[in-house]
T-cell receptor, first 114, second 112 residues
Framework: DAGVIQSPRHEVTEMGQEVTLRCKPI?????LFWYRQTMMRGLELLIYFNNNVPIDDSGMPEDRFSAKMPNASFSTLKIQPSEPRDSAVYFC????????????FGPGTRLTVL | AQSVTQPDIHITVSEGASLELRCNYSYGATPYLFWYVQSPGQGLQLLLKYFSGDTLVQGIKGFEAEFKRSQSSFNLRKPSVHWSDAAEYFC??????????FGTGTRLKVLA
């Protein structure tokens, strides 16, 4: 299995632009998580899905952030409009029932907003 | 509320020396506990996990961790550190849901 796939790996954009991050979870996994990692705040859970349905989005910082999971093999995290303080590494992770809670992380997308 | 504390932000050890990274959790019942490692520019990789049973857990890459309920701890150990172990280590917990609570991480530096 290829593991969790994220694209792009790096994104540089200007303030005010829309940014879309993509994630393909491991096949058969029915939980998907979006995290943000910064030096100041560490790893933060933004949102997670179960069977493509958002379960907990309490970590989404504000309305500029939105996430979707249109099917079991694809999810997006969108920031519109982006701001410099959104600069971070964004990780996607997936997990399956029977995995005893283990989450498998993708390599991350490093976002820089100028 | 559940929480995880990693008291050491940075640790430096010499190659071949033993290692212990501390993790304390706060939760009334028996938590699910995990240790993850993050190499530079990479995602997180699971080293080991504890749910119940034997309190000494063996993981990958020669790591082990011991669950001590009396001390609310789940410390990570390795008897002999290799230069390739230099990375950031995260302790995490969950109450049985899929929502992790991560510690702030401990960055390990290994001296040749």
């Amino acid at each position: 299995d290829a593991g969790v796939i994220q694209s792009p790996r790096h994104e540089v954009t200007e303030m005010g632009q829309e940014v879309t991050l993509r994630c393909k979870p491991i096949s058969g996994h029915d939980y998907l998580f979006w995290y943000r990692q910064t030096m100041m705040r560490g790893l933060e859970l933004l949102i997670y899905f179960n069977n493509n349905v958002p379960i907990d989005d309490s970590g989404m910082p504000e309305d500029r952030f939105s996430a979707k999971m249109p099917n079991a093999s694809f999810s997006t995290l969108k920031i519109q409009p982006s701001e410099p303080r959104d600069s971070a590494v964004y990780f996607c992770a997936s997990s399956g029932i029977g995995g005893q809670g283990e989450q498998f992380f993708g390599p991350g997308t490093r976002l820089t907003v100028l | 509320a559940q929480s995880v504390t990693q008291p050491d932000i940075h640790i430096t050890v010499s190659e071949g020396a033993s290692l212990e990274l501390r993790c304390n959790y706060s939760y009334g019942a028996t938590p699910y506990l995990f240790w993850y490692v993050q190499s530079p520019g990479q995602g997180l990789q699971l080293l080991l996990k504890y749910f119940s049973g034997d309190t000494l857990v063996q993981g990958i890459k020669g790591f082990e961790a011991e669950f001590k309920r009396s001390q609310s701890s789940f410390n990570l150990r390795k008897p002999s550190v290799h230069w390739s172990d230099a990375a950031e280590y995260f302790c995490a917990t969950t109450s049985g849901t899929y929502k992790y609570i991560f510690g702030t991480g401990t960055r390990l530096k290994v001296l040749a």
